[in-house]
């Protein structure tokens, strides 16, 4: 019975139970059995035609990037990563991958509203910096500084160790706060991390195959799973959702497996324990983790994904600052 609830639970952490979820969503909206909105196909029409001239006058040739973190270290039109691990000489292309796992983990889960007024002076420009696009050059110079790094010699690594014993205070003065540039959510975003370093130690099996104990091992974890050098999308985001989901506090879990930003809708209904439970079509932080976890796997190993379609392509919330 506890093996059957848990794979139930397990079948909301796919892309396919969004997908299938937000189906039945659509069909009650379209008999007209919600209670607070109704479905107007008349306007459709209307709306498509306006989300196209947006995207048409942002992307004039349809080449739409990800929303992915990997477009935050771009700053002044030069590629801050790509410039810094170039001239790393790795042992293998995996190393790098891991690497670039451990950055963009770490950097996506610090990347929460900064405030109005919060600012990262930039040490190349001088410029300061807000919003998303502050906080990943800071959490980049943070990586390249080996703050998550039990090795001095070896600065492009996060250690499950050092994450889960990460002081308050380091993290404060690397996103340069003081009284005069106050960063929302300091405290969540340490705590993140330290969930993050915890879980991690806990997970040999996952993320210390090849290594000791790094929230890159995760590369390792899905890379296992290719056949023929090809990994299927829709796994990228099970193991995200499966591996990482537990370090965020969640409302909702079942059989013990914590169930993130789902939520209860008494319209839905099903045969089994996962009866009312609606995964979300657009859980921000996981659909970006997803976007960067496939980014380094393409890039440095050559893997190809399969069923790419089965995974939302998610867009920008707001248009990134270019060059």
């Known amino acids: 019975m506890a093996d059957a609830l848990e794979s139930q639970a397990r079948s909301l952490l796919t892309a396919k139970a969004v997908r299938a979820r937000a189906g039945q969503m659509l069909e009650l909206g379209l008999r007209d059995g919600l209670q607070h909105f109704t479905i107007d196909l008349d306007r459709m029409n209307g709306v498509a035609d306006a989300v196209l001239a947006v995207t048409r006058k942002a992307y004039p040739t349809l080449d739409i990037p990800f929303h992915a973190r990997w477009r935050h270290f771009v700053l002044g039109g030069v590629d801050r990563w790509a410039r810094l691990a170039d001239a790393v000489t790795w042992p293998d292309r995996a190393a790098r991958a891991r690497a670039e796992f451990d950055l963009a983990i770490v950097s996506v889960l610090l990347d929460a509203g900064a405030g109005a007024t919060w600012r990262y002076r930039d040490a190349v420009t001088r410029e300061g910096i807000g919003r998303s696009e ?3 050059i800071a959490s980049l110079d943070m990586f390249a500084s080996g703050l998550f790094s039990r090795d001095a010699s070896a600065p492009f690594r996060v250690d499950a160790d050092v994450l889960a014993q990460l002081p308050l205070a380091a993290l404060a003065s690397a996103f340069q706060v003081t009284d005069a540039n106050p960063l929302l959510g ?15 130690a806990e997970r040999v099996e996952v ?5 000791t104990p790094r929230p890159g091992g995760l590369f390792d974890h899905i890379a ?4 023929g050098g090809a990994i299927a999308a829709p796994a990228i985001l099970s193991a995200v959702l499966n591996q990482l989901g537990p370090i965020w506090p969640s409302r909702l879990a079942l059989a013990g497996i914590p169930l993130g930003d789902c939520w209860r809708h008494p319209a839905i209904e099903t045969d089994d324990a996962t009866t009312g439970l609606v995964p979300p079509a657009q859980a921000i932080a996981m659909a970006e983790l997803f976007a960067d976890r496939t980014a380094p796997a393409r890039r440095v190993c050559g893997h190809r994904h399969r069923q790419a379609d089965r995974a939302r392509r998610i867009p920008q919330r707001r248009p990134v600052r270019r060059p």
């Open 134 to 136: 502050g906080l990943a």
């Open 186 to 200: 300091l405290e969540g975003r340490t705590d993140l991390l330290q969930r993050l370093g915890r879980l991690v």
């Open 207 to 211: 993320f210390g195959l090849q290594d």
């Open 224 to 227: 296992a799973q290719a056949t």
